[in-house]
């Protein structure tokens, strides 16, 4: 059966380059039937940190895509050592007294390429088992093949045929000095224990994969199929960095700033793969239904950003576009949290009613705080008087239409049709045109000329605030 795993380690926030390798696996799963497995590579005790672990089911979460088996690395310690022993009493594995190789990298020694110690490498197993059993502290390495010249081989399903000579492999670590395994141990350990038939993981970790070929060798073990995704870079090519690039590579940059799950699925699916119909819009469904490891791209893969605006492009155009697929029902439960995050009590009903006015105008979640605050705030902030007069017009020609509007919206029922019927009736009556009529009134109400449907914008403001705001407006221009 068809296994892969994500398998993420706690050393800092959930990167997108990360969440796309998660989504791969999804994808390639659920397209196949198989199984997908969350494994918490967590054996790193140095860098771990339960804030990260939170960030990473945080991000996970919010992507709203399921796994099928969990596991934590740092509860399989034992086995991991097991595997480790086996391998070093069939003789392919020495323990390194080196204090200086101690096992805090996997290299040792110093200038030049390392391959292996020698005298640790050819001590005898007495010696080796006598030191140890004094002590002595010790890293256990991989005997990497040195009789004759021999290639590991592997095939990957993205990047080809693949071959290294064991000359060029170093002597890499199995264990570190403080007992605790390496990341090639307790990962290829886990993925043969775990039955994972494929790996789909960073192009980043295409080098070590001889090393986990050597590995899984060693156990007797057949190794997974590998597909190497491309990496990320930014504009400029060099590579996605939390460091270098903060926020924008973080998941929950995009969560907060108002992305839709899907739709940011949608786009990190596009970030190195495509399908074979090149179609950019595409349902949860279709997504699955498209995916193949043939259509992973072998080149980086840029996302789009600068300093003024740190999301791509294509990003921003998807969400916008699943925002407007959305259910009335639905984008207005999703748009509420944003508005009672900045303060604002409003209900559900009152959100349904103010979401098909401004749907079209948002990208982002976020921003219907920009597009909408004056549905939400008692009093408008302030604005320009000189936006209330029409372009062929006066204040003059303003000042009547406010006026007319306080006479007649009194008496006016506030549903669309009777705000639109009366609206046109008055500027008929003033003998001047529907937008010198319309543009007063909206710039009153709302504090800006470029707004949301008059009629529907009245409506859900109310009687009393579309008044209230239209006295004000009024006492403006007649200040000027």
């Not at 290299?107 to 640790?120: D, H, I, P, R, V």
Request: proline share 5%.
């Amino acid at each position: 059966m068809l296994r892969v795993r994500f398998a993420p380690s706690p050393t800092g926030f959930l990167h997108i380059g990360s969440a796309r390798t998660f989504i791969f696996n999804w994808l390639y799963a659920r397209r196949n039937g198989g199984t997908v497995i969350l494994r918490i590579d967590d054996t790193d005790v140095g860098r771990n940190t339960e804030a990260s672990l939170s960030s990473i089911f945080e991000g996970l979460r919010w992507l709203d895509l399921s796994w099928d088996e969990e596991y934590r690395q740092s509860d399989r310690l034992d086995f991991h050592h097991q595997a480790a022993q086996a391998i070093f009493e069939k003789g392919m594995a020495y323990r390194d007294f080196t204090p200086a190789q101690a096992g805090e990298s996997e290299k040792s020694g110093a200038e030049g390429t390392w391959l292996f110690n020698a005298g640790m490498r050819e001590l005898s197993r007495a010696e080796s088992d006598r030191r140890a059993a004094a002590g002595e502290a010790f890293a256990l390495r991989f005997r990497v093949p040195r009789e004759g010249e021999r290639s590991i081989r592997f095939s990957d399903a993205v990047y080809g045929a693949q071959s290294k000579s064991t000359a060029d492999i170093e002597d890499f670590a199995l264990l570190r000095s403080d007992g605790m395994p390496t990341y090639h141990m307790a990962s290829c350990a886990d993925d043969a224990d775990l039955r994972i038939s494929h790996i789909v993981r960073g192009q980043d970790h295409l080098t070590n994969t001889f090393k986990h070929v050597l590995i899984f060798e060693a156990m007797d073990a057949a190794p997974p199929q590998f597909a190497h995704l491309p990496l990320l870079v930014a504009p400029d090519g060099a590579k996605l960095s939390k460091r270098r690039h903060g926020p924008v590579v973080s998941v929950t940059s995009y969560r907060d700033a108002g992305f839709l799950p899907h739709a940011f699925v949608n786009f990190l699916c596009l970030v190195g793969w495509s399908p074979k119909d090149d179609r950019e819009l595409m349902t949860r469904e279709e997504l699955i239904q498209s995916f193949s490891l043939e259509g992973i791209h072998r080149h980086n893969a840029v996302v789009n950003f600068t300093e003024a605006d740190p999301f791509d492009p294509k990003a921003v155009w998807l969400n916008a576009e699943t925002i407007r697929g959305l259910a009335v029902e639905e984008l207005a439960d999703r748009l509420l949290p944003f508005v009672r995050g900045a303060g604002f009590a409003v209900g559900p009903d009152r959100m349904r009613k103010i979401t098909p006015l401004i749907r079209e105008r948002i990208r982002l979640l976020s921003d219907v705080l920009a597009v909408a605050d004056f549905f939400f705030a008692a009093q408008l902030p302030p604005y320009d008087p000189g936006e209330l007069i029409p372009q062929k017009g006066d204040a003059a020609m303003a000042l009547k239409a406010l006026e007319c509007a306080r006479e007649i919206l009194p008496g006016t029922e506030f549903t669309h049709d009777a705000l639109e019927g009366s609206l046109r009736g008055a500027a008929q009556q003033l003998g001047i045109k529907t937008g010198q009529m319309f543009q007063p009134i909206r710039v009153a109400v709302c504090g800006r000329k470029t707004a949301p449907p008059l009629f529907g914008t009245l409506e859900a403001l109310g009687k009393e605030t579309a008044l209230e705001r239209i006295g004000q407006a009024i006492g403006k221009l007649k200040s000027l």
